[in-house]
């Protein structure tokens, strides 16, 4: 192991880069424990602090477990999952595409009435119930947490019963099989997000992880928003790629 150049990146970030490059190509395999801080440091010619601020960034990232008194270990690996931006599609989807297999852990299915803002969102009007599914769970890969989902859809586009054979996690794929419901347009807002308490636990990340955060509304045909969804992503698990048309306008 080399020690680190001195340049004009943090070496807490050079560090970071550098384990998370050793991790990659296999030098350290998953569930494999990390030397000692002091040895690591040495081996890396930074100091201890230092070392242990690139290790915090990683752990935040779900790349590796920290165990107080027992030691630092890589998390087991997890396939990471890339979609492009352009076209929406569940997560099982993407999956089975790569020949992985989906689980669904944490799923709570309720009902309520729908807010004000959401009435309005859904186009509901004065006389409808404005009943509405909340659908949260937590899709797992390989046993290991993956994404945290909810989804908020009036009672006319789905309803619990929907949910009880062989939910694949997937409400987006629910809808494309409805016949009165024709999803064709999401608009997604996209953030990081620290996790709180409950989603960290939830996802088995510490509290504090930046979490990949989209927020989408989806259109039908006639423009209606037939679902609000929210995803959580842990870092280093899912990458998105867009393509981009270049504008050709003259300045």
């Known amino acids: 192991m080399q020690q680190l150049k001195i340049d004009k990146t943090p070496l807490y970030l050079q560090a970071r880069h550098y384990l998370l490059n050793l991790i990659k190509n296999g030098t350290f395999r998953p569930g494999e424990q990390l030397p000692a801080e002091a040895d690591l440091a040495a081996q890396l010619g930074i ?146 997000e620290d996790a709180d308490k409950q989603l960290a636990e939830r996802l088995g990340v510490p509290k504090g992880t930046a979490l990949l955060k989209l927020v989408g509304q989806l259109y039908s045909y006639d423009e209606k928003v037939i679902n609000y969804s929210f995803s959580y992503f842990i870092p280093g698990h899912f990458k998105f790629h867009v393509t981009r048309r270049v504008n050709k306008g003259l300045y």
């Open 47 to 192: 100091s201890r602090p230092t070392l242990r601020e690139a290790l915090l960034h990683l752990e935040r990232e779900g790349i590796i477990i920290r165990r107080h008194g027992v030691g630092t270990f890589v998390s087991r690996h997890i396939p990471i999952l890339e979609s492009g931006l352009e076209v929406l599609e569940s997560l099982d989807c993407q999956a089975h595409r790569m020949g992985l297999n989906t689980e669904v852990v944490h799923l709570t299915v309720s009902e309520r009435t729908a807010t004000e803002e959401e009435r309005e969102a859904f186009q509901l009007s004065a006389d409808e119930q404005g009943i509405v599914l909340d659908v949260d769970r937590v899709i797992a890969i390989e046993g290991e947490s993956f994404a945290y989902l909810k989804d908020v859809v009036p009672q006319a586009y789905l309803w619990r019963e929907d949910l009880e054979n062989q939910f694949s996690g997937s409400v987006l794929d629910i809808l494309l099989q409805q016949e009165n419901v024709l999803p064709v347009i999401s608009r997604t807002q996209i953030s990081a």
